[in-house]
């Protein structure tokens, strides 16, 4: 896997998706190459789109050891997520650190063209936020959202006179801890956690470009 050699901002890349499966909610892989004139030998980058689950880190691994072999792959992510589960999201992050890998807060549209792709600010929301930190290198396009709120989960609702069938539950107090200790290990400053635990999470505070610099979590460029 090369390392990473993208220049930013990027801005169009040439080449068809080759997808990974995955079930319609899961967060999706696809391989993008990018450069003109090479067709196939075109040096390629990964494309991560959609929800964190469960299965998001081994999918992942799986798909970077199905094409690493290529000698194609260059160590960038390409990272477009509403967020997901924490948990995973932390075990994703140790896999993005262990191979390497830069990630970058974008997105992969089409062009005017059949064969044209696009690469354009995205979002990195909630647990999203926490995948990202694991990252050897971490970007965020200057038009990219990066987003956090407080941590929580659906459970059942035991009480017979509960209104709804699910009732919200936040992360416990260890949970909080062992998300401080991650980010720490990440290089990244444990304020963003406290800050993230302090939003509502029915809303999401977009973290500015002085708080990325300042929790040191992503820079504007490769």
């Known amino acids: 896997m090369t390392r990473p050699t993208l220049i930013l901002p ?12 995955a079930a319609a909610t899961d967060m999706r892989f696809s391989l993008v190459g990018y450069g003109q004139g090479c067709g196939a030998k075109c040096p390629q980058v990964i494309a991560a789109e959609g929800e964190i689950t469960a299965k998001t880190p081994q999918a992942f691994t799986d798909f970077v050891g199905a094409h690493i072999q290529s000698g194609q792959l260059h160590s960038i992510v ?8 924490v948990v995973a999201a932390m075990e994703w992050g140790r896999a993005l650190r262990k191979l390497g890998m830069a990630a970058v807060v974008a997105k992969v549209v089409p062009g005017a063209k ?109």
């Open 78 to 85: 390409l990272i477009n997520s509403p967020g997901g589960r």
């Open 114 to 222: 059949k064969a044209d792709l696009w690469v354009i600010p995205g979002r990195c929301y909630s647990a999203c936020v926490y995948a990202l930190m694991g990252a050897k290198k971490r970007v965020a396009l200057p038009q990219s959202r990066v987003g956090i709120h407080r941590m929580f989960m659906y459970e059942a609702s035991m009480s017979p006179d509960a209104r709804e069938p699910r009732e919200r539950v936040f992360a416990a107090e260890p949970l909080v801890a062992r998300l401080s200790e991650y980010a720490q290990m990440m290089g990244v400053s444990t304020d963003l956690v406290r800050k993230a635990e302090s939003i509502n999470p029915d809303q999401i505070h977009i973290v500015s470009a002085a708080e990325l610099r300042r929790w040191k979590l992503a820079g504007p460029k490769l």
């Open 10 to 21: 990027l801005v169009m890349l040439c080449a068809a998706f080759a997808a990974g499966s």
